[in-house]
């Protein structure tokens, strides 16, 4: 029986009306404010509700949500009621006049709120889904194995993983963090921490629990009393840090480890600190989980500590891609971002991962003979050793098992033998709810092409190798099977799964919410930190640049800013990065003028924020990234596989349009022989970056699955 229709209450007909009409959110929809139709019968400001721990009302989980309601003239007359139950004792009047409270005993589904002072009303439709998801992502992996127990959990059993949370504290002496049994008792070797200008003792409320089948970690500086959304601590500077994890893998379990949340800049100053161990790529490689891992948390967060300010998302490598594609494909989730060591997301950083294992194996073959500079003019970057740790970290995420964490147990594991059905642990397979399963082979569709490349296209053109060597490597260079092996045929991307990157965000155009949010790109300089690490390029920064400038028309949101992988100067640059970021996105919150969004971004953006390195610990100077000045020579830019091979800088291309050869575009002599046999390589032509690649689509916003 549905809960509204238990007791003889009068609805407006109007709210009858817009609940029952009230369509499910569509990709792209803006955040449910009302039913837009059950206003007009009152004078004077608007009595309105809205959700405030997730502002899209048809997202909301876990059978509670934070709501707002502005407009009321006369506390005494008003009533909010989820469905015909009375709920308005949980407004709390806040210092802006508006009323706030936690209304709990959402069913899942949809769910009527509704709130009227005489003849004034509004009425909001509210969604709510299971607290172990999914909410946008789609089915979820089974099986799915769980990882408790290494947070300090009870054990967890499949499919939600799901364990009681449970809260405990630690507090800050010297340089560590230490556990602390009674928080009422602070130690006397407690440090403190400055929140606003005011010193506090530095003592840690971290809170764990499950949410969405991961393990989530919440960390704020305690007061000394339970957190309500109502009333935030003193101890919170209003300000929420949402972090994330690097790697990429297949899934299949829920994570040992989270983004981080023990992070002293961050709670020194009072932020809260969030995470949960799907929004570590290595545990999960799908953005879209990981953007409902988030919105999930940061619900919760809301309605344990209150509305934010605004979000910052923070995090290297995988971490980054995370934010960018985040921030691209479901704005709101974060306000600001500050990705380190970044790429620009899972497929189109796949490339390079490819080129490079199978670069090697010629290298170590039929190239054999080829000097280092030879091979490393073809690769792009400054170190050939760059190939080499692409190779050894993540090209075993193409194959089928090659990656498979500990916790999934070897029996349960595919093999083309003794277990056909077996669980696959390609970074694609978190990505089967959009791209999709080959019937006939069983695997996940995949994106992976190499048809019509030119490998070392430029080091061809730039004399850096002969036209034998080009003709070799490229009859010779190979590709992979739908089980990540290294054969003699070119990869070929299927279709669908190609139109489903561009759609999905799988491929980060730039030009959605990218396109107004402020970024502090981090680029940690890891090109001179060697094996493995150094695959970590700084050409990416300018990769993710390029097409924001592409989608809209600059990249005046976007700062990118360099330091050396030293303690000291990643101290600075951290710290630096945060105090921007938090400046830029409280100069943007206060801009009541004018404009759009992105206008409020750019115009708002610190005057000492600009391009720039760090030459030491002490010293920030500015650049224009034209490798002319002192940044230019202490941070030089490469180029990557694909780059050679003629991919524009952009390199949002996955599967490229074809065109025949045109021999006179080389600016090289091939003889005869050479000829007949580059037109047996490229049968089907070369790669024509001037035209739209095969299977390109539209992106979406906020799509849901």
Same mark, same amino acid.
């Given at each position: 029986?549905?809960?509204?229709?238990?007791?003889?209450?009068?609805?407006?007909?109007?709210?009858?009306?817009?609940?029952?009409?009230?369509?499910?959110?569509?990709?792209?929809?803006?955040?449910?404010?009302?039913?837009?139709?059950?206003?007009?019968?009152?004078?004077?400001?608007?009595?309105?509700?809205?959700?405030?721990?997730?502002?899209?009302?048809?997202?909301?989980?876990?059978?509670?949500?934070? $709501? %707002? !309601?502005?407009?009321?003239?006369?506390? +005494?007359?008003?009533?909010?009621?989820?469905?015909?139950? /009375?709920? #308005? *004792?949980?407004?709390?009047?806040?210092?802006?006049?508006?009323?706030?409270?936690?209304?709990?005993?959402?069913?899942?589904?949809?769910?009527?709120?509704?709130?009227?002072?005489?003849?004034?009303?509004?009425?909001?439709?509210?969604?709510?889904?299971?607290?172990?998801?999914?909410?946008?992502?789609?089915?979820?992996?089974?099986?799915?194995?769980?990882?408790?127990?290494?947070?300090?959990?009870?054990?967890?059993?499949?499919?939600?993983?799901?364990?009681?949370?449970?809260?405990?504290?630690?507090?800050?002496?010297?340089?560590?963090?230490?556990?602390?049994?009674?928080?009422?008792?602070?130690?006397?070797?407690?440090?403190?921490?400055?929140?606003?200008?005011?010193?506090?003792?530095?003592? $840690? %409320? !971290?809170?764990?629990?499950?949410?969405? +089948?991961?393990?989530?970690?919440?960390?704020?500086?305690? /007061?000394? #009393? *339970?957190?309500?959304?109502?009333?935030?601590?003193?101890?919170?500077?209003?300000?929420?840090?949402?972090?994330?994890?690097?790697?990429?893998?297949?899934?299949?379990?829920?994570?040992?480890?989270?983004?981080?949340?023990?992070?002293?800049?961050?709670?020194?100053?009072?932020?809260?600190?969030?995470?949960?161990?799907?929004?570590?790529?290595?545990?999960?490689?799908?953005?879209?989980?990981?953007?409902?891992?988030?919105?999930?948390?940061?619900?919760?967060?809301?309605?344990?500590?209150?509305?934010?300010?605004?979000?910052?998302?923070?995090?290297?490598?995988?971490?980054?891609?995370?934010?960018?594609?985040?921030?691209?494909?479901?704005?709101?989730?974060?306000?600001?971002?500050?990705?380190?060591?970044?790429?620009?997301?899972?497929?189109?950083?796949?490339?390079?991962?490819?080129?490079?294992?199978?670069?090697?194996?010629?290298?170590?073959?039929?190239?054999?003979?080829?000097?280092?500079?030879?091979?490393?003019?073809?690769?792009?970057?400054?170190?050939?050793?760059?190939?080499?740790?692409?190779?050894?970290?993540?090209?075993?995420?193409?194959?089928?098992?090659?990656?498979?964490?500990?916790?999934?147990?070897?029996?349960?594991?595919?093999?083309?033998?003794?277990?056909?059905?077996?669980?696959?642990?390609?970074?694609?397979?978190?990505?089967?709810?959009?791209?999709?399963?080959?019937?006939?082979?069983?695997?996940?569709?995949?994106?992976?092409?190499?048809?019509?490349?030119?490998?070392?296209?430029?080091?061809?053109?730039?004399?850096?190798?002969?036209?034998?060597?080009?003709?070799?490597?490229?009859?010779?260079?190979?590709?992979?099977?739908?089980?990540?092996?290294?054969?003699?045929?070119?990869?070929?991307?299927?279709?669908?799964?190609?139109?489903?990157?561009?759609?999905?965000?799988?491929?980060?155009?730039?030009?959605?919410?990218?396109?107004?949010?402020?970024?502090?790109?981090?680029?940690?300089?890891?090109?001179?930190?060697?094996?493995?690490?150094?695959?970590?390029?700084?050409?990416?920064?300018?990769?993710?640049?390029?097409?924001?400038?592409?989608?809209?028309?600059?990249?005046?949101?976007?700062?990118?800013?360099?330091?050396?992988?030293?303690?000291?100067?990643?101290?600075?640059?951290?710290?630096?990065?945060?105090?921007?970021?938090?400046?830029?996105?409280?100069?943007?919150?206060?801009?009541?003028?004018?404009?759009?969004?992105?206008?409020?971004?750019?115009?708002?953006?610190?005057?000492?924020?600009?391009?720039?390195?760090?030459?030491?610990?002490?010293?920030?100077?500015?650049?224009?990234?034209?490798?002319?000045?002192?940044?230019?020579?202490?941070?030089?830019?490469?180029?990557?596989?694909?780059?050679?091979?003629?991919?524009?800088?952009?390199?949002?291309?996955?599967?490229?349009?074809?065109?025949?050869?045109?021999?006179?575009?080389?600016?090289?002599?091939?003889?005869?022989?050479?000829?007949?046999?580059?037109?047996?390589?490229?049968?089907?032509?070369?790669?024509?970056?001037?035209?739209?690649?095969?299977?390109?689509?539209?992106?979406?916003?906020?799509?849901?699955?």
């Amino acid at each position: 029986m549905r809960r509204w229709a238990r007791t003889a209450v009068l609805v407006p007909a109007a709210v009858v009306m817009a609940a029952a009409l009230a369509p499910a959110a569509a990709s792209g929809e803006q955040p449910a404010r009302g039913t837009g139709g059950a206003h007009g019968w009152h004078h004077g400001d608007r009595l309105s509700i809205e959700t405030v721990s997730n502002p899209r009302a048809e997202l909301v989980s876990g059978g509670d949500v934070l $709501v %707002r !309601v502005t407009g009321v003239d006369d506390r +005494r007359r008003l009533s909010l009621r989820l469905g015909r139950e /009375d709920v #308005t *004792d949980v407004l709390v009047e806040q210092p802006d006049g508006s009323l706030v409270g936690l209304v709990d005993g959402l069913r899942d589904g949809r769910n009527l709120l509704w709130a009227h002072q005489g003849l004034r009303f509004d009425s909001l439709v509210v969604t709510n889904h299971d607290i172990a998801g999914p909410v946008l992502s789609g089915p979820q992996q089974t099986p799915f194995y769980c990882e408790t127990e290494a947070f300090g959990l009870p054990a967890a059993s499949q499919p939600d993983c799901s364990a009681p949370t449970q809260v405990s504290y630690v507090y800050r002496s010297g340089s560590t963090f230490k556990p602390l049994a009674d928080p009422s008792a602070v130690p006397a070797d407690a440090a403190t921490a400055t929140v606003d200008g005011s010193t506090v003792p530095y003592v $840690v %409320r !971290v809170e764990r629990g499950t949410i969405d +089948r991961a393990v989530y970690e919440v960390a704020a500086l305690y /007061d000394g #009393t *339970d957190p309500t959304p109502t009333a935030p601590a003193d101890t919170w500077n209003d300000r929420l840090v949402y972090t994330f994890g690097g790697g990429c893998n297949g899934g299949y379990h829920q994570g040992a480890n989270s983004g981080g949340v023990l992070n002293d800049l961050m709670l020194s100053q009072g932020y809260v600190v969030a995470s949960s161990s799907l929004n570590v790529l290595d545990n999960n490689c799908s953005h879209i989980i990981s953007a409902e891992a988030a919105m999930m948390v940061k619900e919760h967060v809301v309605e344990t500590y209150g509305a934010p300010a605004h979000t910052i998302g923070w995090g290297g490598s995988g971490g980054a891609i995370q934010q960018y594609a985040i921030a691209d494909t479901y704005p709101g989730i974060l306000d600001g971002i500050v990705p380190s060591i970044g790429f620009p997301d899972v497929v189109t950083t796949t490339g390079p991962v490819g080129d490079c294992r199978l670069l090697n194996r010629f290298y170590a073959g039929d190239g054999a003979s080829w000097s280092a500079e030879e091979k490393r003019a073809v690769t792009g970057y400054l170190n050939l050793s760059s190939c080499q740790s692409w190779d050894l970290t993540f090209a075993s995420r193409l194959t089928a098992t090659e990656s498979c964490p500990a916790v999934i147990p070897v029996d349960v594991r595919w093999d083309p033998v003794t277990n056909p059905d077996g669980l696959k642990c390609s970074a694609m397979e978190q990505f089967v709810n959009q791209v999709g399963r080959d019937p006939k082979t069983g695997f996940v569709r995949s994106a992976t092409d190499n048809v019509g490349m030119q490998y070392g296209l430029e080091a061809l053109e730039d004399g850096s190798i002969t036209p034998e060597q080009f003709v070799a490597l490229n009859e010779s260079i190979g590709g992979y099977d739908v089980a990540g092996n290294v054969v003699a045929e070119r990869s070929v991307a299927d279709r669908k799964a190609v139109r489903a990157s561009y759609r999905y965000g799988m491929v980060t155009s730039g030009g959605r919410g990218l396109a107004e949010t402020p970024v502090i790109d981090l680029r940690t300089y890891a090109d001179v930190a060697g094996v493995p690490a150094n695959f970590h390029t700084a050409e990416w920064s300018f990769v993710i640049r390029q097409r924001m400038i592409e989608a809209n028309g600059d990249a005046d949101n976007q700062v990118i800013v360099a330091h050396m992988p030293l303690p000291d100067q990643t101290a600075a640059a951290s710290a630096d990065a945060l105090a921007s970021m938090d400046a830029w996105l409280t100069a943007i919150d206060g801009d009541t003028g004018r404009g759009s969004r992105a206008d409020k971004v750019v115009r708002n953006k610190p005057g000492s924020l600009s391009d720039s390195c760090w030459v030491s610990a002490s010293q920030r100077i500015p650049t224009d990234w034209s490798g002319t000045d002192t940044c230019g020579s202490v941070y030089p830019i490469g180029d990557n596989p694909r780059q050679v091979a003629g991919q524009p800088l952009e390199q949002d291309v996955v599967a490229c349009a074809l065109r025949p050869i045109r021999w006179r575009s080389y600016g090289v002599d091939f003889t005869a022989e050479q000829k007949a046999r580059l037109r047996g390589t490229f049968d089907r032509g070369v790669c024509d970056y001037d035209a739209k690649p095969r299977g390109w689509a539209k992106a979406l916003t906020w799509p849901t699955f």
